[in-house]
């Protein structure tokens, strides 16, 4: 599968080594080396794919993905010299699909392109699957549109990943592993708190009160469940 994709890093050097990985699998690139001509430049583009260092100048990382996400669907993999788990988390609840801390190998970089362009050609192959519903929330599979009592919202895609998962399935209980895996595999650099993210996320968004949540139940020492919350 040819993408396009947009490589936005101050690391000139480093830049072109994805780049030219980037090709080598068969992608075209386009690379930048700042977060303005980053937010420009995919405004223009609209690319498949947008590969973000974190620190950048002009604006950074954090900052272009947040203005992105709130326009467009294009996948975001982002790229961060922080080691901290916070700031990584960050990156997530602003809807980044996947990251890589620095140093990493190209190798590893172009196994993630491959994973995260993959898992976008899903919602056409899920075409014609039946909506699942759970208690308030409704979930199409093929559209990934979820409505909660007919009113739509917005996920993320990790968001929607676990939802899904979830519906499928209700009342099973899920460990933080299981639906890591749903979101975007078991790699060096995932953590398990970043289920926990996602999962304070949606019930910001489904719940009547996410601090006493009747649908999306915690269960102590395990992980997650999906109830119909008494609907």
Excluded at 28 to 57: F, S, Y
Excluded at 111 to 121: E, H, K, M, N, S
Aim: hydrophobic residues 40%.
């Amino acid at each position: 599968m040819c993408a396009h994709v947009l490589v936005a890093d101050d690391d000139r050097r480093q830049a072109e080594v994805v780049r030219r990985y980037l090709e080598a699998d068969g992608h075209e690139a386009v690379v930048v080396h700042d977060g303005r001509q980053a937010l420009e430049q995919a405004r223009r583009l609209r690319p498949d794919l947008l590969v973000l260092d974190v620190m950048m100048p002009e604006l950074d990382g954090l900052h272009v993905c947040r203005t992105l996400r709130a326009e467009s669907e294009v996948l975001v993999l982002m790229l961060t010299a922080r080691t901290g788990e916070d700031d990584l988390l960050l990156g997530l609840e602003l809807g980044a699909d996947d990251y890589l801390t620095k140093p990493y190998s190209p190798r590893e970089l172009m196994a993630r392109v491959r994973t995260l362009l993959r898992r976008a050609r899903r919602p056409v192959e899920e075409t014609g699957r039946a909506p699942r519903r759970v208690g308030r929330v409704t979930l199409d599979p093929g559209t990934r549109r979820v409505t909660v009592e007919g009113e739509p919202i917005e996920c993320t895609r990790g968001e929607f990943a676990i939802l899904a998962a979830m519906c499928e399935q209700p009342d099973r209980v899920f460990s933080r592993a299981q639906l890591l895996h749903h979101t975007r595999g078991i790699d060096r650099s995932s953590t398990e708190r970043t289920i926990d993210v996602h999962v304070m996320n949606l019930r910001r968004k489904i719940e009547t009160d996410p601090q006493r949540p009747v649908q999306l139940l915690t269960v102590y020492g395990v992980g997650y469940r999906l109830t119909a919350g008494g609907a």
